[in-house]
């Protein structure tokens, strides 16, 4: 988490991503933790958190992640994940009208250590993220003032590099 450094408030930018990663903390996944923030006109219109769907067990609960117990690595067996992606869930929680021109926030958090896990949207979240019109997304990549990178949302790619 950005804090204030001596009579310097924190950046716009670091707030929404400290923002994103207050939701990280609400994830229900043990294998990393993601939170989302969209912002429009400097209005939060939307939030979410990786986890279960609604009223489904949650990882964290029954202490077992079908991707660990296979030995998956990230971009790998997301059709055997219960969760729903951070991204995904700040998108269903808005309207099509609010996303357009937005721009997403997004930090990443290791369980083990609550240390910052560089993110990136995943192929079926970046084409989710351009049908809704995001303009750009921003995402953590350390934990001092201004670590993050902005990517417009058109530039995002289809597969992990």
Not at 117 to 141: D, E, W, Y
């Amino acid at each position: 988490m950005i804090k204030p450094d001596g009579e310097h408030r924190v950046s716009k930018t670091d707030t929404y991503l400290n923002v994103a990663e207050a939701f990280a903390y609400r994830s229900t996944c043990i294998k990393r933790k993601y939170g989302a923030v969209i912002v429009k006109n400097d209005v939060v219109v939307s939030t979410g958190y990786n986890g279960s769907p609604r009223g489904y067990d949650n990882c964290c609960d029954i202490g077992v992640c079908p991707r660990m117990e296979r030995n998956m690595h990230q971009g790998e067996g997301y059709d055997i994940c219960r969760a729903i992606h951070a991204e995904q869930n700040a998108l269903l929680n808005c309207s099509r009208e609010q996303t357009m021109g937005a721009d997403l926030y997004l930090t990443g958090v290791n369980p083990s250590d609550n240390s910052i896990h560089r993110a990136k949207p995943c192929p079926l979240c970046a084409r989710m993220i351009i049908q809704a019109g995001i303009r750009n997304v921003i995402m953590r990549t350390g934990d001092a003032p201004g670590a993050y990178v902005i990517v417009p949302a058109g530039k995002l790619t289809w597969h992990h590099d």
